[in-house]
């Protein structure tokens, strides 16, 4: 797993892609020594890049990405992994993803609302892409 390169980045947005917005589950992270106490609630919304050619063409799911088989991989990397950092849940997941399906890059963005609580803010949101 790497960062994408700044001709991938540019790249991307142009490539086939499945998006899944507002995976949910419950995790241990944090740096603080409550957020250990209770699992808090994360949010996170995915991208995934590949070829879809042989998917259109034969019609055949077994050609792409089952997207629910990809959620239920965010939610089980988020609910089973204890971190400090949204950093590092972002590169768990972006791994767990990469090692799951045949994604070409993911991109995930993780929600944590309740990390800067003390400023008012409503979400507090990182995002990493990283290719094969």
Not at 36 to 55: E, I, K, N, Y
Request: charged share 25%.
């Amino acid at each position: 797993m790497r960062a994408l390169t700044a001709a991938e980045q540019e790249a991307l947005p142009r490539a086939d892609r499945i998006e899944v917005v507002g995976i949910t589950a419950d995790g241990v992270h944090g740096v603080y020594a409550e957020e250990a106490l209770a699992p808090q609630r994360f949010s996170v919304d995915m991208t995934m890049w590949l070829d879809m050619g042989a998917a259109v063409a034969g019609d055949e799911i077994g050609a792409t990405i089952d997207y629910v088989e990809a959620s239920e991989v965010v939610r089980r990397v988020v609910e089973t992994s204890t971190v400090l950092l949204v950093e590092s849940l972002a590169a768990a997941v972006c791994q767990a993803i990469l090692d799951a399906t045949s994604a070409i890059a993911v991109s995930v963005t993780v929600h944590k609302p309740r990390a800067a609580r003390d400023t008012k803010s409503t979400d507090v949101r990182l995002t990493m892409a990283r290719t094969r």
